[in-house]
């Protein structure tokens, strides 16, 4: 025969005002027997971590932001070496305190356990940017309007160029001194800045010495009222019957030809010493 046991529920009320009384008198002879600062220190571990644990992570951001600075002043020695403490020595032993006197303080564990992935990630990012440091350069390609020019730049040898034989350099980022020199001619002098990555083209003319090296150029254009100029510099009015005549040391030349309403005409003519060289620009109309 089935009994049926009944269970009676017993409904459980707390009196917290005399469980509050009771963990004071407890409280009281931990601190008789053991000590009353003792009690206390322990009581105030949590709240010491989670302050510990504000140290480090102000620590951390005073680091990144000196980091950051000394990029920016482009010192990369100095830089490295923060990098490095931050990655040896401030992050592990923020991150191994974290991780054991963390758990005394649950509640701000996990923020400061992200915070600190945070800083691991920005070092990864640092990392990169101090590695580029050694790369702040560009490409400065450099032509001369005659052979055999010897290129210096900030009063260094580079090689040598020519109105086809182009000497290319890797710069620093900055600006610098190229100077073209050649026996018999005088230097060509110009101030160039290097972006990082840029890749910038720079034509060097040389003047001779001598009168008898010079030779002339006669501009015409199809288009009267072109505007003419010979290395960017200005040398007056063009047409088919007008024609812009100048004595210029032997050499090849940038010509262009500018006219509102019209493309720009772009030609390289040649300019031999002692002969006449003539040349006819073509203007195009805008569409």
Same mark, same amino acid.
């Given at each position: 025969? @089935?009994?049926?046991?009944?269970?009676?529920?017993?409904?459980?009320?707390?009196?917290?005002? %005399?469980?509050?009384?009771?963990? $004071?008198? *407890?409280?009281?002879?931990?601190?008789?027997?053991?000590?009353?600062?003792?009690? $206390? *220190?322990?009581?105030?571990?949590?709240? /010491?971590? =989670?302050?510990? $644990?504000?140290?480090?992570?102000?620590?951390?951001?005073?680091?990144?932001?000196?980091?950051?600075? #000394?990029?920016? #002043?482009?010192? %990369?020695? &100095?830089?490295?070496?923060?990098?490095?403490?931050?990655?040896?020595?401030?992050?592990?032993?923020?991150? @191994?305190?974290?991780?054991?006197?963390?758990?005394?303080?649950?509640? /701000?564990? =996990?923020?400061?356990?992200?915070?600190?992935?945070?800083?691991?990630? *920005?070092?990864?990012?640092?990392?990169?940017?101090?590695?580029?440091?050694?790369?702040?350069?560009? =490409?400065?390609?450099?032509? #001369?309007?005659?052979?055999?020019?010897?290129?210096?730049?900030?009063?260094?040898?580079?090689?040598?160029?020519?109105?086809?034989?182009?000497? %290319?350099? /890797?710069?620093?980022?900055?600006?610098?001194?190229?100077?073209?020199?050649?026996?018999?001619?005088?230097?060509?002098?110009?101030?160039?800045?290097?972006?990082?990555?840029?890749?910038?083209?720079? %034509?060097?003319?040389?003047?001779?010495?001598?009168?008898? @090296?010079?030779? &002339?150029?006669?501009?015409?254009?199809?288009?009267?009222?072109?505007?003419?100029?010979?290395? +960017? $510099?200005?040398?007056?009015?063009? +047409?088919? &019957?007008?024609?812009?005549?100048?004595?210029?040391?032997?050499? =090849?030349?940038?010509?262009?030809?500018?006219?509102?309403?019209?493309?720009?005409?772009?030609?390289?003519?040649?300019?031999?010493?002692?002969?006449?060289?003539?040349?006819?620009?073509?203007?195009?109309?805008?569409?």
């Amino acid at each position: 025969m @089935n009994e049926i046991h009944k269970v009676k529920v017993v409904k459980m009320v707390f009196d917290w005002d %005399k469980i509050s009384i009771q963990y $004071e008198d *407890a409280l009281k002879a931990w601190k008789t027997k053991f000590g009353a600062e003792i009690i $206390e *220190a322990i009581l105030s571990i949590p709240d /010491t971590a =989670t302050f510990i $644990e504000f140290i480090y992570e102000e620590a951390c951001q005073t680091a990144l932001f000196a980091l950051y600075n #000394a990029i920016r #002043a482009g010192d %990369k020695e &100095t830089a490295r070496a923060i990098l490095d403490y931050i990655k040896l020595e401030l992050l592990p032993d923020a991150v @191994n305190f974290v991780a054991f006197w963390g758990n005394l303080a649950p509640h /701000t564990k =996990t923020c400061f356990q992200r915070f600190f992935e945070a800083v691991d990630y *920005a070092t990864q990012a640092y990392e990169q940017v101090i590695a580029l440091m050694g790369r702040e350069e560009g =490409t400065l390609t450099v032509y #001369a309007n005659i052979d055999e020019v010897t290129v210096y730049v900030d009063g260094e040898e580079k090689g040598t160029c020519g109105s086809a034989t182009p000497l %290319k350099i /890797t710069l620093p980022v900055g600006s610098h001194g190229v100077e073209g020199v050649k026996s018999k001619y005088y230097p060509a002098v110009r101030q160039v800045y290097i972006d990082r990555g840029e890749y910038q083209t720079l %034509k060097l003319v040389l003047h001779p010495i001598e009168e008898e @090296n010079k030779g &002339t150029l006669i501009i015409y254009s199809d288009e009267p009222d072109t505007r003419i100029y010979i290395e +960017g $510099e200005y040398y007056g009015m063009a +047409g088919p &019957t007008t024609p812009v005549v100048a004595t210029l040391p032997y050499g =090849t030349y940038d010509v262009e030809g500018q006219k509102e309403g019209y493309r720009t005409a772009v030609k390289h003519p040649y300019v031999p010493p002692g002969e006449t060289t003539v040349i006819m620009l073509d203007m195009v109309k805008l569409d």
